[in-house]
T-cell receptor
């Protein structure tokens, strides 16, 4: 039972354009979400997070939007750069404090 | 400040062999955990620890054993390796289980192949 779903395994965008990565979750009790970024042969690193008391959080080129009624969040990268090419994971925590990962979306930003 | 250090980075095992993946952190984090990453499945929790002397099972614990004798170290043992344990393993640590404002740090990964 995949509680956090990233339905697009890959995404390709042109440099300078917007990248939108999507994530859906099943449990309305989840109240904190994170996006992590992973380059090949490296561990995941923290990118941005959002609490359910907000519907938007912005950090430079990265913005995360949360739609609680739809149980959906999205990560926007504007403008996209070739260095953004990586796998992006959507994460949340269950009530026991255990991390739950989405499957990941591989973003490729082409020059 | 080394962060989270995992060794070895690459390992090939024969079916039935045992081995230990080492994980150490120098940030005085209480919470440590092990994940495996398989294609199309994200990262799945194997075991975790909320402090020295305390461990618990995650989502996919079978075939693995852990211990936490010190705050710094959290080794993962494969008791009798099977081809299904071919995967990339990540160790992670954080200050606590509270997610808000609590960054999780991951090691660089250990690539394990069981033949």
């Amino acid at each position: 039972d995949q509680q956090v779903k990233q339905n697009s395994p890959s995404l390709s965008v042109q440099e300078g354009r917007i990248s939108i990565l999507n994530c859906d979750y099943t449990n309305s009790m989840f109240d904190y979400f994170l996006w992590y970024k992973k380059y090949p042969a490296e561990g995941p690193t923290f990118l941005i997070s959002i609490s359910s008391i907000k519907d938007k959080n912005e950090d430079g080129r990265f913005t995360v939007f949360l739609n609680k009624s739809a149980k959906h969040l999205s990560l926007h990268i504007v403008p996209s750069q070739p260095g953004d090419s990586a796998v992006y994971f959507c994460l949340t925590y269950n009530q026991g404090g255990k991390l739950i990962f989405g499957q990941g979306t591989e973003l490729s930003v082409k020059p | 400040n080394a962060g989270v250090t995992q060794t070895p980075k690459f390992q090939v095992l024969k079916t039935g062999q045992s081995m230990t993946l080492q994980c150490a952190q120098d940030m005085n984090h209480e919470y440590m955990s092990w994940y495996r990453q398989d294609p199309g499945m994200g990262l799945r929790l194997i075991h975790y620890s909320v402090g020295a002397g305390i461990t618990d099972q995650g989502e996919v614990p079978n075939g693995y054993n852990v211990s936490r004798s010190t705050t710094e170290d959290f080794p993962l043992r494969l008791l009798s390796a099977a081809p299904s344990q071919t995967s990339v393993y990540f160790c992670a640590s954080s200050y606590s289980r509270d997610p808000s404002g609590n960054t999780i740090y991951f090691g660089e990964g250990s690539w394990l192949t069981v033949v």
